[in-house]
């Protein structure tokens, strides 16, 4: 590893400043879970690493007008043991969870994980799956978009080298929504995602509405499954159904094939966690 | 007897452990200390064209840099394995290695230039420009293609990739008893590769006092006493008495730092050449490349049976990977392997051959078991194969073939005889403590949930406790015992159990007991630490070196208190005069013999004991263990749900310690049956699971709570009664685990899955079978 500066502004706007300047030779590091791992063994060693995980303004979980704001910095462990988390999202705790080890959700942060934009990331399908947006914060100006905007390919978003990702917000009509998320690794715990997956929805006069379905580690991208969501979408809640709905879910993925698992391996278990995602939500939500 | 034998004493090395106050390799820090960084192979076969080191060696803080060349005009010796010739079928074939390679790279991971900088990270950068030209050769990594004998050959000029083949048994009368028998069953069984994964990677650090033209090398090593023998003798040429080696904490060894590598010799010799102390040590990432893998075993076996069910003969034609070069322990785990393939079981005729393969990876040589496991796999792989295809009880079967406790001594059709064992009471006991009779109403529970179920058994047997070892006992003035051992405790808890028998054996406190280990200055003679032996052979060493001190003492004790020496007892401590009330306690005789004033020459001078104990065929021991798991038939996820274990390592010293071995043991073992592997690129030759995130530890909550009992039945073969208890969780593990997921899988038609039955091989299986 070769030297590089080491920068650790104070605040968002000495951050955005700093990038303005630096970019695009400067790369952020914010809980170093994945970066640092990184940076030992790349031969593109950055000519300067911004440190932003003691910014104040990307800390804190809130309730906000129009849902909940969770900051970018904001680590896996506060992620599960916030009380607004637990009464609007513990969806999110489990997904929480499932990543890396005590140490790593200690310091990894839910914007890294997002931004870092691995297919297999676990903060993904919850969020997609219960519509969020994300702030980023550039030289002028916030802009909002969709989670699913963020996202380009693996390890590929569309944030521009002078802009930050500062907040995730969960939307109003999300808050509180019946959603479950089911990770599938090679055991229990520190396993990366063959697949994962969340679905979240609403049952009104027994039919599915505003089912949202969200799958990882099988694309790309995290992808939401729109052809499926669309299948049961008004349709009476069906055990067949939501069958078939897991199985057009694979028609939306392109999983890859290598040694960690076979493509069709992978396209099975879309379906079975889509189904499985899919029943557990069911079962969180009031029936009338 | 508080602290005595036989209590579950916590370890005295614990406080030290747990508060971080050990003292390992990399924490030593010396003055003036140099670092080392060795630039690996990133081909699995290729030609050395060039290496250009003139830009690395210009950069600030380089202090030299050594490559094969320079390791071969500095006269060097290489590094080989020892076959065992009473096994060895034809000739062996070696190519000895040095530390570092020249003109060939044979896997991935081969040292090729040791960088010598004032910091680790000057080494690393220095190692990233140096400039190799490498020609790439075509590699043999897949053993199931080697050996078939469809793949490149290793080393050029060999006719095959065979390096040595070990056989025993008889096979002609296999042939006869495969005719006459009413049933044969035959399979090809897969061991799978492994890897250690010691919780503190190797580290070496060496020193070179040109005065005295002195080595001393501390390195995380479990015998340091034949590294020192095999660096001095072969290496550098030097007598032993110019190389200490000091292994100090180790973190974990299990076979893998069971002997001296590579990097051991690159740290003396860089610092001789440099005048530098030399420390190297590992990276996670660099052990999966570096340290010793292990297992990776193909054999084509057959068992015939009679009418009754009754084995009658056994041929197993076995294949080990051994990787590029051949360790200095490569021929351990095919030797143990060949020799324990009738496990428990009466089979009248045997035959093993062993072939021992050169291929394009990582030497493989001991981990936890080297050999048992393998061999045990096979045979309650094939028992279970025999119940199924002969329509027997599992339990049953293995009933009509377990050797009776009657028929003990037993000599097998092998080489080794048995002298105690209750297989058919443990099995028993195992069977009633993992309440199989009402398994069927758990399956059907299960079945409730949409899950499958199985359950399963082995029963198998180890060798242990492997040569001999010496002992010594000495008394300070103050009447302190210090144990110099030539054992090396590596986080087993001798220095627990060793005070538990000194205090035992001479009645002095426990706490007054202190271990000193591995340091060939301090503790002249000594086998280290392996093959689950050193409670039984440095523990029977330790008795005979406290029957030496009673002696000692009551030759003393008869001086002071003016009697025969044949007219003191020796009890708890304390010697007395028979029939008396004359005594002195045995502290006392400690301080006296300290500075004895006006005594007899033949008493000499303080109070110590030699003791040395020649183990003879060691002894075996068994056990069952019964895994019970819920397959998830959707996803091919297996829950182990319960695992049990009867043992019998023969008498029990510390029940807390057993306990922790056979924990880690079963351990270790489900891991390689569910988790664990090691996959190599089928063409390149890259090794694809070279971090955690591939190679899949088995973590606490991916496990039940073991049921462990221990069922001793005391061995003749040592003083103390005890059978090793190193190894035996992960020799029955896997074929356990095994046996249950594919009792799982059997009603849906699955017979056999290959090791580790991960989610996919399962879910894949079942498809397969659909």
């Known amino acids: 590893m070769r030297p590089f500066e080491f920068i650790k502004p104070d605040s968002e706007a000495s951050a955005i400043e700093l990038l303005g300047k630096l970019s695009p030779n400067v790369r952020i590091l914010a809980g170093g879970t994945d970066y640092l791992v990184d940076l030992k063994h790349t031969a593109d060693v950055p000519k300067t690493v911004m440190d932003i995980s ?18 970018a910095g904001v680590t896996h462990t506060e992620i599960m ?72 390919g693996p390890r590929k978003t569309s944030l ?70 669309k299948y049961l979408e008004g349709k009476k809640i069906d055990e067949k159904l939501v069958k078939e709905a897991g199985n057009i879910a694979v028609t939306e993925a392109k999983p890859i094939d290598d040694f960690r698992a076979s493509q069709s391996y992978r396209n099975d278990l879309i379906a079975v966690l889509v189904t499985r995602t899919i029943n557990a939500a069911i079962d969180l939500a009031d029936k009338d | 007897m508080k602290n005595g034998v036989g209590q579950p004493v916590t370890r005295k090395e614990d406080p030290k452990f747990l508060m971080g106050r050990g003292r390992y390799v990399d924490d030593i820090d010396l003055p003036d200390l140099a670092y080392g960084f060795v630039l690996r192979s990133i081909h699995a076969n290729a030609k050395i064209r060039s290496i250009n080191t003139s830009e690395a060696k210009a950069l600030p803080g380089v202090i030299g840099i050594l490559t094969g060349d320079d390791y071969v005009s500095d006269g060097l010796g290489v590094i080989h394995a020892e076959i065992n010739p009473n096994l060895l079928k034809g000739e062996a074939i070696q190519y000895p290695h040095a530390a570092l390679v020249r003109e060939y790279v044979k896997c991935v991971g081969a040292p090729v230039a ?12 220095a190692a990233e420009i140096i400039e190799i030209d490498y020609e790439i050769l075509e590699s043999a990594t897949d053993l199931s293609k080697v050996r078939s004998g469809n793949t490149p050959i290793v080393w050029e000029g060999m006719k095959s990739n065979v390096s040595f083949t070990y056989g025993m048994g008889d096979a002609e009368k296999v042939a006869a008893a495969f005719s006459d028998s009413a049933h044969i069953v035959k399979s090809t069984v897969v061991n799978n590769r492994i890897t250690t994964n010691a919780m503190e990677p190797r580290c070496s650090i060496g020193i070179f006092e040109p005065g005295e033209e002195k080595f001393t090398l501390y390195s995380s090593n479990q015998r340091p006493n034949n590294a020192r023998q095999a660096i001095a003798n072969e290496i550098f040429e030097i007598s032993e008495a110019q190389l200490r080696v000091i292994s100090p904490d180790v973190g974990g060894g299990f076979g893998m730092k069971g002997s001296f590598y590579g990097e051991d010799v690159l740290v003396l010799w860089a610092a001789r050449k440099y005048s530098r102390p030399i420390k190297w040590n590992s990276e996670r990432s660099e052990s999966f490349v570096t340290d010793s893998h292990a297992r990776d075993v193909i054999s084509d076996c057959e068992m015939s049976f009679d009418a009754d069910g009754k084995v009658t003969g056994l041929r197993v034609h076995a294949d080990y990977n051994i990787g590029a070069y051949v360790a200095p322990g490569g021929s351990i785990s095919p030797m143990w392997f060949t020799l324990l393939l009738s496990g428990v079981y009466r089979i009248p005729a045997v035959e093993v051959v062993t072939r021992c393969h050169f291929t394009n990876t990582i030497s493989t040589a001991p981990y936890r078991g080297a050999g048992r496991p393998e061999s045990a796999f096979i045979l309650e792989r094939l028992m279970d194969m025999a119940s199924n295809q002969l329509n027997i009880d599992p339990i049953e ?20 005889s048995y002298d105690s064992g209750e297989f058919i009471e443990i099995m028993d006991e195992a069977v009633k403590e993992a309440n199989w009779s009402e398994f069927e109403e758990r399956k059907k ?16 047997l180890e060798g242990a406790a492997p040569f001999n070892e010496r002992m010594e006992i000495r008394f300070d003035s103050g009447g302190t015992v210090t144990v110099v051992a030539g054992t090396h405790s590596h986080g087993q808890g001798h220095e627990t159990i060793y005070s538990q028998m000194v205090s035992d054996f001479l009645g002095v406190p426990y706490e007054s007991v202190h271990l000193v280990q591995g340091d060939t200055d301090k503790v002249p003679m000594g086998r280290g630490t392996v093959g689950s032996r050193s409670i039984t052979v ?37 010697f007395s005069v028979a029939g008396t009330d004359k005594s002195i306690d045995i502290t006392e005789i400690a301080k006296r013999s300290h500075t004895p004033v006006m005594w007899p020459g033949e008493l000499g001078m303080g109070l110590e004991g030699v003791g040395v104990f020649q183990s003879g065929p060691g002894n075996f021991p ?43 043991g079963l351990t270790q073992g489900i891991g390689q049956a569910l988790f664990e592997d090691v996959v190599y690129e089928k063409n390149g030759g890259q090794l694809l699971s070279a971090s955690f995130q591939d190679y899949t530890m088995p973590r606490a909550d991916d496990l039940p709570f073991y049921d462990i009992t221990s069922h001793p039945v005391p061995t003749k073969q040592n003083p103390l009664g005890v059978k090793g208890a190193g190894e035996t969780g992960t020799v029955g593990a896997p074929p356990a685990v095994l046996n249950a997921v594919i009792n799982a899988l059997q009603s849906k038609g699955v017979t056999d899955i290959e090791m580790p039955a991960t989610p996919e091989k399962i879910w894949l299986a079942l498809r397969k079978a659909a």
């Open chain 1, 54 to 71: 003691r910014l104040p303004e990307l800390k804190g979980i809130d309730e906000v007008d129009d849902g909940l704001r969770i900051g």
């Open chain 1, 81 to 152: 043991q916030n009380p607004l988390i637990k009464k609007y999202a513990p969806a999110m705790i489990h997904a929480a969870h499932t990543i890396g080890a005590v140490q790593t959700r200690n310091l990894g942060t839910i914007g890294g994980n997002l931004v870092t934009c691995v297919p297999s990331m676990d903060s993904g399908p919850t969020l997609v799956a219960l519509d969020a947006e994300v702030n980023i914060v550039g030289k002028d100006g916030t802009r909002r978009i969709s989670l699913t905007d963020l996202f380009v």
């Open chain 1, 160 to 229: 521009k080298s002078n802009e930050l990702l500062t907040e995730i917000i969960i939307p109003k009509r999300s808050l509180g929504k019946p959603a479950n998320f089911y990770k599938f690794g090679l055991r229990k715990g520190q396993a990366l995602a063959l697949v994962n997956a969340a679905s979240s929805l609403w049952i009104k006069g027994g039919c599915f509405k505003d089912l949202r379905i969200s799958i990882g580690a099988v694309a790309p991208v995290v992808i939401r499954c729109l052809k499926a969501e």
């Open chain 2, 114 to 125: 040791f960088v010598v900088a004032e910091t680790q990270s000057i080494a690393k950068d």
């Open chain 2, 397 to 416: 079967i293995r009933r009509k073939n377990l050797i009776t406790s009657d028929e003990m001594p037993y000599q097998t059709a092998l080489m080794f």
């Open chain 2, 445 to 460: 529970e299960s079945e409730s949930k949409g899950k499958l179920r199985g359950i399963g058994l082995a029963c198998y």
């Open chain 2, 538 to 574: 440095g523990g029977s060493a330790l008795r005979l070196a406290s029957d030496e001190v009673i002696e000692k003492g009551k030759k003393i004790a008869g001086h002071l208190l003016e009697v025969s020496p044949e007219d003191i007892e020796f009890n708890n401590g304390t």
């Open chain 2, 622 to 664: 068994n056990g069952c263990q019964i895994a019970e798991v819920e397959v998830d038939a959707e996803t091919g996820k297996v829950t182990l749900e319960n695992m049990v274990i009867v043992g019998d390592v023969g008498t029990v010293i510390n029940p807390l310690l057993l306990g922790g071995q056979i924990h880690g």
